[in-house]
């Protein structure tokens, strides 16, 4: 047996067929190999990306839908169009940081824009109109016309005051909503990013699920959630969060996100140290509240409680006294 293979090793056409076989053989493996294999980065790639498709598809028949459900940016009406375009009240009713301060207090859209500008026109001219019909037709004051007219004065320097402080206070109300539902909204974010979602899905999902917690944070990451879908670059979104919301935590957020995404930095780790900071921050709000109670409650118990608790304590002495006497 070993001699036959001795001579088949010596003959010139069966070294030339072996050849031939063994490099068929290597090519079929070189083609049939990389097709058994699979490929796990490229499928979840092309998994990732067709996902973030779905999601620009969705938003875009989402905000497209004529229907009952509440859009996140207001149309004017046309009357009030008219109204302010004919008068151009925009030109000198409107404040350079106007739409900024709208956006903040969560009124996007020029419908928003043209209603706070005919405020501004039509609140001063109903306070005056309300308190003169007041002063010189109900009121019985016997005072001369200058403090009369004094009086108007100051209703329509109220009614210019009106939407600016209807404004701050939407202000306030809105970002101690978004303040109330941050950590819990940095807790959710932290389980999408470390279950593998995308920042978009991952986003789209807690603004569903902090709805019901704070619907002011849901509108604000559903408008984040569609800004990173249409917009070339996700930091200009992030900053237009910060913008829209003007709170402290939130800018410490989008610097997160931003370094993120540009740099590569772990974003869970991140988050889990921005919600660790921000629950001792609000125990540390708390504490200091607790502790600014006696001085705060040293006046009403001097006024409303001390007064009482003595005329508790000394009319029955009084009256045994009276009585002995």
């Not at 499928?43 to 598809?57: G, H, P, T, Y």
């Not at 009614?159 to 978004?178: D, W």
């Not at 509108?219 to 569609?226: I, P, V, Y």
């Amino acid at each position: 047996m070993l001699d036959l293979v001795i001579d088949r090793l010596g003959d010139g056409h069966f070294m030339a067929f072996l050849l031939a076989a063994l490099g068929c053989a290597a090519t079929a493996l070189t083609v049939v190999v990389p097709m058994l294999q699979t490929d796990n980065l490229s499928r979840r790639i092309r998994a990732v990306s067709d996902e973030r498709e779905r999601i620009r598809q969705r938003e875009r028949e989402r905000l497209a839908a004529k229907d009952n459900r509440t859009q996140l940016r207001s149309r004017p009406s046309s009357m009030l169009k008219r109204l302010v375009d004919t008068l151009n009240l925009t030109s000198w009713l409107s404040t350079e940081t106007a739409k900024e301060q709208l956006a903040k207090a969560g009124f996007r859209g020029a419908g928003a824009e043209y209603a706070f500008v005919a405020g501004r026109l039509i609140a001063p001219i109903s306070f005056a109109i309300i308190a003169a019909v007041y002063i010189f037709g109900f009121a019985d004051w016997q005072q001369p016309l200058a403090i009369k007219l004094g009086g108007v004065m100051a209703a329509v320097y109220l009614g210019v005051k009106a939407p600016e402080i209807y404004l701050r206070n939407a202000t306030t109300k809105r970002q101690k909503s978004i303040e109330r539902a941050y950590p819990n909204t940095l807790d959710l974010m932290l389980i999408c990013a470390e279950s593998g979602m995308s920042i978009e899905h991952g986003v789209r999902k807690v603004s569903g699920e902090i709805g019901v917690e704070s619907v002011e944070m849901a509108e604000e990451l559903t408008l984040l959630s569609a800004e990173m879908s249409y917009l070339p670059d996700r930091r200009t979104a992030f900053e237009n969060l910060n913008a829209r919301t003007g709170l402290e935590s939130i800018r410490s957020l989008t610097t997160v996100l931003i370094q993120s995404e540009r740099y590569g930095t772990p974003l869970g780790s991140a988050l889990r140290v921005l919600g660790q900071e921000s629950r001792d921050q609000r125990m540390n709000a708390a504490e200091k509240k607790a502790a600014a109670l006696p001085p705060t409650l040293t006046v009403p118990m001097i006024l409303f409680f001390l007064p009482g608790l003595f005329a508790a304590i000394l009319t029955p002495a009084a009256i045994q006294i009276n009585n002995w006497n």
